[in-house]
């Protein structure tokens, strides 16, 4: 449908809209381009009622930073990049989601960038894509051995840090991670303390580090204990597999007291195919997951499980990137996981022992 021509010389002779620039705000405010500088970089030479004056003019007029020009005039870039293999699993997403959000609070644009193979090849690729955007940084999201394989050779221009579970630093890359094993550690002991002493593992992958060292953590914690590491069955993650794994035990009538699941995800599929098949949790054998996800209360029985923090591990996350960048040291600790105890475990002896729901 054509426009009327009123319509046409209505809009040709409308006042074009531009977005405030910092101008804008010292002219309002009443103060000098540099007194708004001085502001939105948080230099302390400002009189606090200057400050707010100034900080509630940006916010009237819907003054926004341009992140470009900051960059061009003080030699720094104002965003992050994050190189992502795409899984689809809970850790990396949840990392993804909290890393993007912390970044934002901070002051930083982010740049996602995912590989759907994340080979050598693919890998630098990526880097360098990010690289030419201006990045100050880059955080890889690497569950994948593979992945990390990739990172360690390849070459980039500005800092890269990796977050993988229990892998070193090199040289080039530095790491930062949850103390996942930690969580592991927790989660056994929890299940020794119960009284149990045949504690099977159902593991995630071994291409995975979050696999390894939840693995690792499992077994250390049973020799410590003067326990033998009892089954261990490596599988994908996924409740299906888990669900199989179960009615396997189950045929074979070989489970354990006890299991710690890699992931809430594997309780999820084991503790259904227990169900169907008249094995009671926790009276028949107690389960303790990994991960604490959204429902994971709502289990039945509710799952005791060990809970990660991906707001508190993307802030660290992001505060190590940016010491590197900015040349100051970190605090490069990895954050500890805790242990959430609900029902799904319970005492060797005590059937039909409820332990109180916490969260």
Not at 42 to 56: F, G, K, W
Not at 150 to 176: C, D, H, K, L, Q
Request: with cysteine.
């Amino acid at each position: 449908m054509a426009v009327p021509l009123e319509a046409n010389e209505k809009l040709r002779d409308a006042p074009v809209r531009r977005k405030p620039t910092i101008n804008d705000v010292a002219q309002v405010a009443g103060v000098s381009f540099g007194t708004v500088s001085r502001v939105l970089n948080d230099a302390p030479d400002v009189s606090a009622a200057t400050r707010q004056r100034v900080l509630q003019v940006i916010k009237d007029i819907g003054y926004r930073r341009n992140r470009a020009a900051t960059a061009l005039v003080t030699s720094r870039s104002t965003s992050i990049g994050i190189l992502s293999d795409g899984s689809p699993r809970f850790g990396p997403v949840g990392t993804l989601m909290a890393l993007e959000n912390v970044a934002r609070k901070k002051g930083y644009a982010t740049t996602v960038i995912s590989v759907e193979k994340p080979d050598e090849e693919s890998v630098q690729a990526a880097l360098d894509t990010l690289d030419d955007t201006g990045v100050g940084g880059i955080i890889v999201i690497a569950p994948l051995v593979e992945m990390a394989a990739a990172v360690w050779n390849a070459s980039f221009r500005v800092p890269v840090e990796m977050i993988a579970a229990g892998a070193s630093s090199t040289p080039n890359v530095f790491t930062y991670s949850e103390n996942q094993e930690l969580g592991a550690r927790l989660a056994t002991q929890h299940l020794i303390d119960l009284g149990h002493t045949d504690i099977a593992h159902l593991a995630g992958s071994m291409d995975w580090f979050d696999g390894r060292v939840r693995k690792r953590g499992w077994e250390a914690t049973l020799r410590e204990a003067g326990l033998k590491p009892g089954l261990c069955l490596e599988g994908d993650w996924s409740p299906r597999w888990a669900y199989e794994t179960g009615l396997r035990l189950v045929r074979e009538k070989k489970i354990p007291q006890a299991i710690f699941a890699a992931s809430d995800h594997t309780a999820l599929g084991v503790i259904r195919a227990f169900a169907e098949n008249g094995v009671r949790v926790p009276e028949d054998v107690s389960i303790v997951g990994f991960d604490d996800i959204e429902g994971s209360d709502y289990f039945l029985p509710p799952l005791t499980t060990v809970r990660q923090d991906f707001n508190a591990l993307a802030l660290m996350s992001v505060e190590v990137l940016l010491g590197a960048m900015e040349g100051r040291d970190v605090d490069r600790t990895p954050i500890a996981p805790t242990l959430v105890v609900r029902n799904s475990a319970t005492r060797v002896g005590s059937p039909g022992r409820k332990v109180p729901h916490r969260r």
